[in-house]
């Protein structure tokens, strides 16, 4: 239920629930899907590969790429296995380093992120169910939880889950471009 339909039923019962951050978190990552859905949704292989110039990112690679970051990110602070290396690596077959993300990809390893579909949208999907399970189980005091010591200042779960909100609506909204440009360029 959206954070909306849960403040109207509230409303209508005259009681009043505080939104937690996990229900914010849910909201944000559960505004993702439809965004990648309708950026992949009837494009051929073709078309999810085909890069604007020589030295940019497809449709497949940033739609690849933003679930890579969820699944690494999320499946890092909530203590699980990664959905690609379990499930997705072997199945797709890329000719990557099964822990490759896409982070500082040349030109050919974009290149080499090929796809239908139906293949990213079962990656997302999968990504997505992972990564709305854990947010839900987040409390108000798990944001301030440190998740990686690696950056001055520690980075905490709160700025680790808002960067892969964040870094997912960028490239979706580099797709949803592309897409355009690609679709104008046909008529």
């Known amino acids: ?16 629930v505080p939104v937690t951050s996990s ?26 590969m085909a890069r604007l110039d020589g030295e940019a990112n497809s449709i497949a690679w940033l739609v690849w790429h933003l679930s890579r ?6 499946a890092d602070v909530a203590g699980s296995h990664q959905v690609w290396t379990a499930d997705w690596a ?21 290149a080499a992120v090929t796809g239908d579909a139906e293949m990213l949208r079962g990656y997302f999907d ?12 987040v409390t108000d005091s798990d944001l301030d939880r440190i998740v990686d010591e690696r950056w001055d200042p520690p980075v905490t779960l709160g700025v680790r889950l808002v960067s892969v909100v964040g870094h997912s609506f960028e490239q979706v909204g580099q797709a949803a471009y592309v897409r355009g440009i690609l679709q104008r360029k046909e008529r």
């Open 90 to 110: 072997h199945r797709w077959g890329l000719p990557l380093d099964v822990a490759d993300t896409g982070y500082g990809h040349t030109t050919q390893q974009v």
């Open 1 to 16: 239920m959206s954070l909306g339909a849960v403040a109207a039923r509230c409303q209508t019962m005259q009681m009043e």
């Open 69 to 74: 970051i969820a699944d690494d990110h999320v």
């Open 126 to 137: 999968a990504v997505h169910a992972m990564t709305l399970q854990f947010a839900r189980s």
């Open 23 to 48: 229900d914010l978190l849910v909201e944000a990552f559960g505004r993702i899907p439809d965004l990648v859905h309708g950026v992949i949704d009837g494009l051929t292989p073709d078309q999810l």
